[in-house]
């Protein structure tokens, strides 16, 4: 079993809707998680960072996590074609915050 | 402050050649590390290191030497490289000298632009 999994997509939704970004986590002690987006040839970049269980909101980007269920999802409102990029999910595990185990990303396609 | 630097931005070694990956951060960070992308995977920890004098193996250490004789340079060596090492490398930097006590925002990590690298 893979550490963090991500469905690779493509995740293909129109302009304005909501897109729902997944995340499983195999290390039950994992502390933090964060997402970032990576634009085609980028290098990535933090757009949400989460550690307690619930609802986080930044604009129109919601975090969400379930410990008990070890997942971590981001909600991506008001969909806009620049939101285009692949997203990746990243975990700490237990015992420190030292190295972080990346997902192979979700590329998502806002279509205008 | 320009963040993190990575040069080359592109190189094209023959194989067997060896090359070192020049990775610098000007934000007093503590943690910096390596990490490969190979074409529509994610990111592969190669080396970390948690300050100065101090390195550790990731996922894939394999070919790779690094060292950390300053706060602000992690330099990546590949010794004979192999067609297998062709990949974008990025150098990440987190987790300020001057803390907020732990908060998760500490652990940000700020990525470098990448190193395109093809083995032939």
């Known amino acids: 079993q893979k550490e963090v999994e991500q469905n690779s997509g493509p995740l293909s939704v129109p302009e304005g809707a909501i897109a729902s970004l997944n995340c499983t986590y195999s290390d039950r002690g994992s502390q933090s998680f964060f997402w970032y987006r990576q634009y085609s040839g980028k290098s990535p970049e ?26 971590v999802s981001l909600l991506i409102r008001d969909s806009q074609p620049s939101d285009s990029a692949t997203y990746l999910c990243a975990v700490t595990p237990s015992g420190g915050y030292q190295k972080v185990t990346f997902g192979t990303g979700t590329k998502l396609q806002v279509i205008p | 402050n320009a963040g993190v630097t990575q ?14 990956l020049q990775c610098t951060q000007d934000m007093n960070h503590n943690y910096m590390y390596w990490y490969r992308q190979d074409p529509g995977m994610g990111l ?18 394999n070919g790779y030497n690094v060292s950390r004789s300053t706060t602000e340079d992690f ?21 300020p000298d001057s803390t907020s006590g732990g908060a998760s925002t500490d652990y940000e990590q700020y990525f470098g632009p990448g190193t395109r690298l093809t083995v032939t």
């Open chain 1, 46 to 71: 933090l757009i949400m960072f989460i550690y307690s269980n619930g609802d986080k909101e930044d604009g129109r980007f919601t975090a969400q996590l379930n410990k008990a269920s070890q997942y």
């Open chain 2, 7 to 20: 040069t080359p931005k592109f190189r094209i070694l023959k194989i067997g050649q060896s090359m070192t």
């Open chain 2, 44 to 61: 592969k920890l190669i080396y970390y290191s948690v300050g100065a004098g101090i390195t550790d193996k990731g996922e894939v250490p």
């Open chain 2, 75 to 95: 330099p990546l060596r590949l010794e004979l490289a192999a067609p297998s090492q062709t990949s974008v490398y990025f150098c990440a930097s987190s987790y």
